[in-house]
C-alpha cells in the first residue's frame, strides 16, 4: 500500500481527524492532567489583574470613538490644527428678568472677567470682551461702562444683538438672556482636569446665582462629563445587579445555592479577567469598551449552565460525580470552543470598521471571548472538583418552568414540523425586505444622559439665539496676506453669504461679518486689533494662508437635515469655484462618520454571519449542519432589524454592534443543540428523530436558562441613563428572545421536516468529544473504537 503523502495527512488532520472545537478543549483536558499547575497559573493571572484595577478609570473623550475614522475625521483634525474649534469650550447661559437693569448687567460684566480669568481659561467671548474701534486709532468696549438707566442698557444690548453677528448668537431677541462662552486650556483638561475646571467653574458661578440670575453651564465638556458619570453609574449597576440576577435565576433553576454560586464564580473570574485585561491593553475604558464587562458576564453565566446542565445530567443518570466533571468538559469543551470561535468571528469583523473605539472593542470583545472560554475550560472543573471535595450534593432536578416549553416544542416539531419549516423560511425572506431599506442615523442626544441639566440648557439656548453649534469651512487664500488682500476677503464673504444663506441672517461670524466696521471706515487691521489675537486666530491664520467661516446652527439637528445641509453648500462652494474650502466641526465628524462606521459595521454583520454558518459546517464536516443553522441564526437579527425600521431608530452605532454580538452570542445555543444531536447520531447510534427528542429533553432548558439569565442580566442595560446604551440592551435582549424561538421551535421542526437530508449525519467523521475515555463515560469515540459503544461501519 503506497504510504500516504503529508499533504493529506495534514488535510485529513484539518477536515476530519479532529473535533469540532478544532482541538481547543485540550486546554480542559490539560487541566484534567494537571490540576495543581492549571490552579496555580489562573491564580497568578487573577491575581495579576486584582493589582489593575486600582487603575481602572473611564475615558471621557467621545473623539476616542471617531479617531482615524476617515475623511472627516481628518478634516476635523486639520481644523484643530490650524484654528482650533469651538467644539470643547464652556457655554454659560445667564437669564434674568432684569439684565437691562445697570446693577444687574455690572454683575454680570464682572462674572464674564472672572471667566475669562479663570485658571483654566485661555480666553473667553462675551459681549463684555467685545470692542469696537474708536475711530481714533484705538478700541473702546461694545458695551459701554458706567451706564444708568435701563434705556440705555436696552439699546447698547439691542444695537449689538440687531447688528453685531458674533452678539447675534450671545443675547436673546428679549434681551433676557446672555451666553457667555469660556475657551479651556486643553493641556489643564487632559485626563481629570476636566472634572477640576467643572468644580472650579461651579463654586465660582455659585457666588453670582440668587434671584436676580439664573446660571447654566453646558457645552461638550459638561456633555461628555454627564456621559461619563453616567457611563460608570451603569457599569456599577449592571456588574452588581447582573451578578445578583444571574445568580438569582441559577438558584431558581438548579434549587440549590451552593450550584447558583459554583455557576456565579465562573463569570466573576472571568469579569475580573476581562477588567484587567483591558486596563493592561488599553490604560482604560472608553463608552464603547465599558460594555464588554457586561457581556462577559452573560457569556459566561450562560456557558457556566450549559456546563452545570450537563453535568448534573451525567450525575443523575448514575456516573461518579468526579468522573461526570471530566465527561462533561470532553464532551461540553469542543462545542464551547467552536461558540467561543463563532464569537469571536462577530468580535473580530467589527475591527475592519473605521474607527479607533469600535476597533478597542473589537480588540476588548475578542479578549472577553477568550477569557471566558479559558475560564470554562480551567476555572469550571477546578470549583466543581473542589466543591465535591467539600461535601456538595446532588440538587433536586431542575425547575419544571425551565422544561415547559420543551414538551410543546417537541410536538410542535413532530405534529406541525413541515409547515413550521415553510413559515420559517418564508418569514426569513421577508424580514430581508427592511434589512435593505434600514438607513443610518446619527442623534446627538442619544448621546447624552437622560434628564441632562446641559442638554436642556442647550436647547433653551437653541431656543433663545438659534443655536451655538459651530459648523465650519476652512477657506485656503491665495495671497498670504495677515490682514487680508481684498481678492481673500471677496472670497472669505463669498462663502460667508452661502453659509448664511442656510442657517440665517446673522448666524455666520468671519472677518466678512465685520462689514459694519470696514464700511465705516475702519481698516481690516483696525478690526483685527479691536476683536484682539485670540479672536483673530478664529478667522484666519497667522502667515494668512487659510481662513475660517463658523455658522452658528442648532444643537439639536438630525443628522438627515444635516447631510442635506452639507451636501447643498458643498454645491454651492463648487459653483462658486471655491471647491478647495473644508466643511467641518464636530457635529459634522459625528454625523458623516457615524455614516460611514455604521455601513462599515453593516457589511461586517453580513460578513459575520457568513462567516460563522461556514464555520459550523467545516466544524461539523457537513455543510448539512450549517444549513440547518441559517434559519434559526439569521431570524434573530433580521427581526430585530425590522423592529428598527419599523420604530424609525434606524441604524446606530451601538444598535449595529449590539446586532453582531448578539448574532455571535445566538449562535451558541445552535450550536450546542448540533452538537447534542450529532453526538446522539454518531457516537449513542440514536435514530434521527430519537436524536433530535433527547437532544431537546437534555438540554432544552439549559437553553431557556442560558436565554433567561443572557436576557434578565442584559435587560438591566436597557435602564441606563444614556439612550445609546440603553438601546443596546434593549436589541440585544430581543435578538436573544428572538434566538430562543429560533433554536428552541424552528430548528427542530428543520431537523424533524428534513429528516432524509439530515440522515447522513450519523457518518460524520469529526468528533463531538475529543478525550481518553473512561468506561462509564458515554461520549467515545466510535471511529476509533474507542469508549462503551461499538464501532458503527462506514457505508
Not at 456633555?223 to 447582573?242: C, H, R
Request: hydrophobic letters at 50%; one cysteine or more; charged letters at 15%.
Amino acid at each position: 500500500m503506497r504510504e500516504e503523502s503529508w499533504v493529506n495527512r495534514l488535510w485529513r488532520r484539518i477536515a476530519y481527524d479532529r473535533s469540532i472545537g478544532f482541538g481547543f478543549e485540550h486546554v480542559g483536558l490539560t487541566t484534567l492532567r494537571f490540576p495543581r499547575i492549571m490552579a496555580l497559573i489562573a491564580l497568578a493571572f487573577t491575581i495579576l489583574c486584582f493589582t489593575q484595577l486600582p487603575r481602572a478609570n473611564v475615558d471621557g473623550d467621545l473623539m476616542r470613538v471617531y479617531a482615524h475614522s476617515g475623511h472627516y475625521y481628518d478634516a476635523y483634525e486639520r481644523l484643530s490644527e490650524t484654528f482650533g474649534t469651538f467644539e470643547n469650550d464652556i457655554y454659560v447661559l445667564v437669564n434674568s428678568p432684569s439684565l437691562t437693569d445697570p446693577a444687574t448687567l455690572e454683575k454680570v460684566r464682572e462674572l464674564a472677567f472672572d471667566l475669562e480669568l479663570n485658571e483654566f481659561a485661555v480666553g473667553s467671548m462675551s459681549p463684555f470682551t467685545l470692542r469696537k474701534p474708536s475711530g481714533e486709532g484705538g478700541s473702546v468696549p461694545a458695551v459701554p461702562e458706567g451706564m444708568t438707566d435701563f434705556a440705555q442698557v436696552a439699546r447698547a444690548l439691542s444695537d449689538l444683538q440687531q447688528n453685531d453677528p458674533m452678539m447675534r448668537n450671545l443675547i436673546t431677541p428679549d434681551l433676557t438672556g446672555m451666553v457667555l462662552i469660556m475657551f479651556p486650556n486643553q493641556a489643564m483638561t487632559k485626563g481629570d482636569g476636566t472634572k477640576a475646571m467643572l468644580v472650579s467653574l461651579r463654586e465660582m458661578l455659585s457666588y453670582y446665582e440668587g434671584d436676580d440670575l439664573q446660571i447654566e453651564l453646558t457645552g461638550p465638556p459638561i456633555w461628555t462629563s454627564e456621559m461619563l458619570n453616567a457611563a460608570v453609574d451603569d457599569q456599577i449597576k449592571f456588574t452588581v445587579y447582573g451578578f445578583a440576577l444571574g445568580a438569582l435565576i441559577a438558584l431558581l433553576a438548579l434549587r440549590s445555592l451552593t450550584g447558583a454560586l459554583l455557576v456565579a464564580a465562573t463569570p466573576f473570574v472571568a469579569v475580573m479577567w476581562s477588567m484587567g485585561s483591558v486596563i493592561m491593553m488599553f490604560g482604560s475604558f472608553s463608552f464603547l469598551t465599558i460594555i464588554v464587562t457586561t457581556l462577559v458576564i452573560v457569556m459566561a453565566f450562560a456557558e457556566s449552565m450549559f456546563f452545570i446542565f450537563n453535568w448534573l445530567a451525567y450525575w443523575r443518570d448514575g456516573m461518579e460525580p468526579h468522573k461526570a466533571v471530566d465527561a462533561t468538559l470532553k464532551l461540553v469543551g469542543p462545542a464551547t470552543a467552536l461558540t467561543t470561535l463563532t464569537t469571536l468571528v462577530a468580535f473580530v469583523s467589527l475591527y475592519f470598521s473605521p474607527g479607533q473605539g469600535v476597533q478597542e472593542f473589537a480588540i476588548a470583545g475578542a479578549m472577553g471571548c477568550c477569557i471566558v472560554f479559558l475560564c470554562l475550560m480551567t476555572v469550571m472543573p477546578l470549583l466543581l472538583k473542589m466543591a465535591l471535595q467539600l461535601g456538595f450534593k446532588l440538587p433536586r432536578t431542575p425547575s419544571f418552568a425551565l422544561n415547559a416549553p420543551v414538551p410543546v416544542a417537541w410536538k410542535l416539531a413532530t405534529k406541525l414540523g413541515r409547515p413550521i419549516t415553510v413559515l420559517s423560511v418564508v418569514l426569513v425572506g421577508l424580514l430581508f425586505v427592511p434589512y435593505f431599506l434600514i438607513q443610518p442615523r446619527f442623534s446627538l442626544q442619544d448621546f447624552m444622559a437622560r434628564g441632562s441639566d446641559a442638554m436642556s440648557a442647550a436647547e433653551e439656548i437653541d431656543q433663545g439665539v438659534g443655536g451655538v453649534a459651530p459648523l465650519y469651512v476652512r477657506v485656503p487664500l491665495a495671497d498670504n496676506d495677515p490682514n487680508l488682500s481684498t481678492r481673500d476677503f471677496e472670497t472669505l464673504r463669498t462663502v460667508h453669504e452661502i453659509i448664511e444663506g442656510e442657517l440665517g441672517e446673522n448666524k455666520v461670524i468671519s472677518i466678512a461679518s465685520m462689514s459694519n466696521y470696514t464700511d465705516n471706515g475702519f481698516s481690516r487691521e483696525d478690526v483685527f486689533d479691536a476683536v484682539g489675537p485670540f479672536m483673530k486666530r478664529r478667522f484666519i491664520t497667522e502667515d494668512g494662508t487659510q481662513g475660517l467661516v463658523t455658522g452658528f446652527m442648532a444643537t439639536i439637528i438630525e443628522s438627515d437635515a444635516l447631510k442635506q445641509m452639507v451636501a447643498r453648500i458643498d454645491d454651492k462652494l463648487a459653483d462658486a469655484g471655491i471647491a478647495d474650502a473644508e466643511i467641518g466641526g464636530f457635529r459634522v465628524l459625528t454625523t458623516f462618520a457615524t455614516d460611514d462606521i455604521v455601513r462599515s459595521l453593516q457589511i461586517s454583520l453580513s460578513i459575520s454571519v457568513v462567516i460563522n454558518i461556514f464555520l459550523i459546517g467545516f466544524a461539523f464536516g457537513s455543510m448539512r449542519v450549517a444549513v440547518a443553522s441559517i434559519v434559526p441564526n439569521m431570524f434573530p437579527i433580521l427581526g430585530t432589524e425590522a423592529y428598527l425600521w419599523l420604530s424609525g431608530s434606524g441604524l446606530q452605532l451601538t444598535t449595529v454592534i449590539a446586532l453582531t454580538i448578539a448574532f455571535g452570542i445566538a449562535v451558541n445555543d445552535t450550536i450546542h443543540f448540533l452538537s447534542h444531536y450529532v453526538h446522539g447520531r454518531r457516537e449513542e447510534h440514536r435514530d434521527h428523530l430519537g436524536s433530535v427528542k433527547n437532544t431537546m429533553e437534555r438540554i432544552g432548558g439549559a437553553i431557556v436558562a442560558t436565554t433567561v439569565i443572557l436576557c434578565v442580566g442584559t435587560i438591566i442595560v436597557a435602564f441606563s441613563e444614556l439612550p445609546q446604551v440603553a438601546l443596546f440592551g434593549t436589541l440585544f435582549v430581543l435578538s436573544l428572545a428572538l434566538a430562543l424561538i429560533g433554536d428552541l421551535f424552528m430548528l427542530p421542526a428543520i431537523l424533524v421536516a428534513g429528516a432524509k437530508f439530515f440522515a447522513p449525519l450519523g457518518r460524520i467523521r469529526v468528533r463531538t468529544a475529543d478525550h481518553d475515555p473512561t468506561p462509564d463515560d458515554p461520549t467515545g469515540d466510535t471511529l476509533t473504537g474507542r469508549g462503551p459503544y461499538p464501532v458503527r461501519p462506514e457505508p
